[in-house]
């Protein structure tokens, strides 16, 4: 299976794009390799990509300006569509830095090319709302997640939307988007395995 049937086969469960909406945005689409630590978009920047991820792992994350601790706030892995969303949706300077945690391949495409799309068929506008939804859900889901779950309920979850994370993660970076240090994500680790 090439890059842009995975790509196709996502636009199809996400919005139901059919084979000819997708055959419109295909020479839209360009293939790029981020290594391991390099910037899908900087602090500061706008973001004007939206990319899809065939292989790898990137995080989005905030450092502190003083201290340099790094939070990582989302994980996006394969299959997923990943963007600074706040950034990429108005068009503003994103407050985050999104990089790859590991070498990783994306499919990608500008936001003036997509904007085009919308203005040519209803289901790329129906999946511009699916994706500007999945972005709110998602943010909503790890915020009630902090405030309502355990750190054991936290990391089940986010086995679950990314299965193979451990191979391409360092644990702290783990840690940190659970909220938790690294001690208490082994004796999390720890436990689920004694189950």
């Excluded at 602090?43 to 990582?72: M, P």
């Excluded at 939307?161 to 680790?189: E, M, T």
Aim: proline share 3%; with cysteine; glycine share 6%.
């Amino acid at each position: 299976m090439t890059e842009s049937d995975h790509l196709q086969q996502a636009l199809s469960a996400i919005a139901g794009l059919d084979r000819e909406a997708f055959e419109l945005s295909r020479p839209l689409w360009k293939l790029k390799t981020y290594k391991k630590g390099e910037f899908y978009n900087e602090y500061q920047n706008v973001c004007r990509h939206l990319g899809f991820v065939i292989s790898g792992v990137f995080r989005i994350y905030r450092a502190d300006e003083k201290t340099g601790e790094e939070k990582n706030m989302l994980f996006y892995s394969n299959g997923q569509f990943v963007a600074s969303f706040k950034s990429f949706l108005n068009q503003a300077a994103c407050d985050y830095y999104t990089s790859a945690v590991s070498d990783s391949l994306i499919l990608y495409i500008h936001i003036d090319n997509l904007n085009q799309l919308y203005q040519q068929s209803h289901s790329w506008e129906r999946f511009g709302r699916m994706i500007a939804e999945q972005a709110y859900n998602q943010v909503m889901n790890n915020t009630e997640g902090f405030l309502f779950k355990t750190p054991e309920e936290r990391y089940l979850e986010m086995l679950k939307l990314h299965p193979d994370i451990f191979n391409a993660v360092p644990l702290y970076h783990i840690a940190s988007y659970l909220g938790i240090q690294a001690p208490s994500l082994s004796r999390i680790r720890k436990r689920m395995v004694g189950r």
